[in-house]
């Protein structure tokens, strides 16, 4: 009860759902499926998802009080409430304590509400119908509009076969690369998977313990001005060998202003003796404008990471990434290097620290640290 | 740090001469720099517009308030506070405020409102 009104309290004070990509294989589990409602992970746990969130994932016990039986309460909302078999619930709350720093700039401090959202299913007989709701995050909320907080950034209706088949429209992120959870990671932020960046569309695909593949199309974006509102497609496909993972990916979208097409490969290895795993990403795009004849550019970008599991609930990481806007022009690559720590004394808790360290070009760099606590009831 | 760091990474190296031939035009400059740096949905986008400000959308509107709210001087890059704000000169705090844009950009954005600032 404690727990869950410490959660609940979160849930007030602060503002996508998402896995962390280093779940997969290290954890014994193949697919982000089995532990996710969401065919491509990420959001509201499953039954298998709750129990692994205790029994695997966590570290079970606080460290201040610690015995040999898993802690029993990863079920919904503690167990505080017993859910009929066609509903689902849950949340992801994340407060963070943040300080970044550019160049010659005054260092700024936030508590950032980065995110308050409510997850949940009804299923019945293979359909079911998920959808999320809170609060964005922000951290200067200069003139905002108040209504601009309230968001859902994912519903829809979803048919699942039991055969490994599924199809879902509605409005929900696309498979595509690693799935990493942090936004500003530039695979994520340059090539069309920012906060927010879930448009409507159609989805289908198929899963399998060897393979998944998923095919989506795409064609509205409530929260980008129509200009920028790409109508397209996406498509990932992933293959498992062993304690491997390897994904290639494709996405063309085109819009008002420009056209862009991406495709890139993804890979994870997970060593486990060592408690180790390497996973990667590299994309290329190219993107043309529509108002100004004749321009286009290509761009790379990459995100390299290592992730060590020195015991149960402890996460240690490292990553670079690269962005070059434009290949054809010179000094206006980015590079990022960051290290984190993710420990998870037990199910619904987190606490994150983490750096990163931005280079901008020739001249510029930022910085940033952060923590973060992140309640999922 | 600063010179290992590239060595570290596949991509290294991958920039090539700046052909200066980038438009300096806002249907470019928009798209291409400002809208996938400022227009993040917590900031200058549609969505928050912070401090009324939205750096998404039809270019002509976009340069119009630009103007109209003096971030842009046509013709007068001394003067635009807009460049203050990406260089970080005379303001507390630089923009983008969580990581610089590239000073080749900034340099085609100070090109653009030399010349006029053109649509």
């Given at each position: 009860l404690r727990d869950a009104l410490w959660g609940a309290a979160m849930m007030l004070l602060a503002a996508r759902a998402e896995a962390y990509p280093h779940f997969q294989l290290?954890?014994?589990?193949?697919?982000?499926?089995?532990?996710?409602?969401?065919?491509?992970?990420?959001?509201?746990?499953?039954?298998?998802?709750?129990?692994?969130?205790?029994?695997?994932?966590?570290?079970?016990?606080?460290?201040?009080?610690?015995?040999?039986?898993?802690?029993?309460?990863?079920?919904?909302?503690?167990?505080?409430?017993?859910?009929?078999?066609?509903?689902?619930?849950?949340?992801?709350?994340?407060?963070?304590?943040?300080?970044?720093?550019?160049?010659?700039?005054?260092?700024?401090?936030?508590?950032?509400?980065?995110?308050?959202?409510?997850?949940?299913?009804?299923?019945?007989s293979g359909f079911s119908l998920n959808g999320t709701a809170g609060l964005?995050?922000?951290?200067?909320?200069?003139?905002?509009?108040?209504?601009?907080?309230?968001?859902?950034?994912?519903?829809?209706?979803?048919?699942?076969?039991?055969?490994?088949?599924?199809?879902?429209?509605?409005?929900?992120?696309?498979?595509?690369?690693?799935?990493?959870?942090?936004?500003?990671?530039?695979?994520?932020r340059y090539l069309g998977f920012d906060l927010l960046d879930e448009s409507y569309g159609g989805s289908a695909g198929y899963l399998a313990d060897?393979?998944?593949?998923?095919?989506?199309?795409?064609?509205?974006?409530?929260?980008?001005?129509?200009?920028?509102?790409?109508r397209g497609g996406t498509a990932y496909g992933e293959v498992r060998l062993g304690p491997t993972a390897w994904g290639g990916s494709f996405r063309f979208g085109d819009a008002d202003a420009a056209r862009r097409v991406i495709g890139g490969v993804t890979g994870k290895v997970w060593l486990t003796r060592a408690h180790v795993m390497f996973l990667g990403e590299g994309d290329v795009a190219?993107?043309?404008?529509?108002?100004?004849?004749?321009?286009?550019?290509?761009?790379?970008?990459s995100y390299l990471g290592v992730?060590?599991?020195?015991?149960?609930?402890?996460?240690?990481?490292?990553?670079?990434?690269?962005f070059d806007e434009d290949l054809a022009v010179r000094d206006v690559e980015r590079h990022a290097a960051g290290a984190w720590l993710s420990y998870l004394p037990r199910a619904h808790w987190e606490v994150f620290a983490g750096g990163r360290l931005q280079l901008v070009g020739p001249s510029d760099q930022a910085s940033v640290a952060m923590l973060m606590l992140h309640y999922y009831p | 740090m600063r010179r290992a760091l590239p060595a570290l990474l596949l991509a290294a190296?991958?920039?090539?001469?700046?052909?200066?031939?980038?438009?300096?035009?806002?249907?470019?400059?928009?798209?291409?720099?400002?809208?996938?740096?400022c227009a993040t949905?917590?900031?200058?986008?549609?969505?928050?517009?912070?401090?009324?400000l939205v750096l998404e959308g039809d270019p002509g509107v976009v340069r119009e308030s630009l103007v109209a709210k003096g971030f842009v001087y046509p013709g007068e890059p001394e003067a635009s506070p807009l460049l203050y704000f990406l260089r970080g000169t005379y303001v507390r705090l630089r923009m983008p405020p969580d990581a610089p844009l590239p000073e080749g950009d900034v340099a085609l954005i100070e090109r653009w409102i030399a010349e006029g600032a053109p649509p």
């Open positions: 290290s954890t014994g589990v193949n697919r982000c499926s089995s532990c996710h409602y969401a065919p491509a992970g990420g959001g509201l746990l499953n039954g298998f998802g709750r129990f692994e969130s205790a029994d695997e994932v966590s570290g079970r016990n606080w460290p201040w009080r610690r015995s040999p039986a898993p802690a029993g309460d990863e079920k919904p909302l503690h167990g505080a409430v017993a859910l009929p078999r066609w509903l689902d619930l849950g949340g992801d709350a994340r407060l963070a304590l943040l300080t970044n720093k550019e160049s010659d700039a005054s260092r700024e401090w936030h508590v950032i509400p980065m995110q308050a959202d409510l997850h949940g299913r009804l299923a019945l964005r995050g922000t951290s200067r909320p200069r003139d905002q509009p108040a209504s601009s907080y309230f968001v859902s950034r994912e519903h829809y209706l979803m048919w699942q076969g039991e055969r490994g088949w599924y199809a879902r429209a509605g409005r929900f992120m696309p498979p595509f690369g690693l799935g990493l959870v942090d936004h500003t990671a530039y695979v994520r060897r393979f998944e593949l998923h095919a989506t199309g795409f064609f509205w974006n409530p929260y980008v001005a129509r200009e920028n509102d790409e190219r993107q043309t404008f529509h108002d100004v004849p004749g321009a286009g550019r290509d761009q790379l970008a992730v060590y599991r020195p015991w149960r609930g402890v996460y240690l990481g490292a990553a670079h990434e690269f | 190296g991958c920039g090539g001469d700046d052909p200066a031939g980038r438009p300096a035009e806002f249907s470019y400059i928009l798209p291409a720099i400002l809208e996938p740096t949905s917590g900031c200058h986008s549609e969505l928050s517009h912070t401090a009324r």
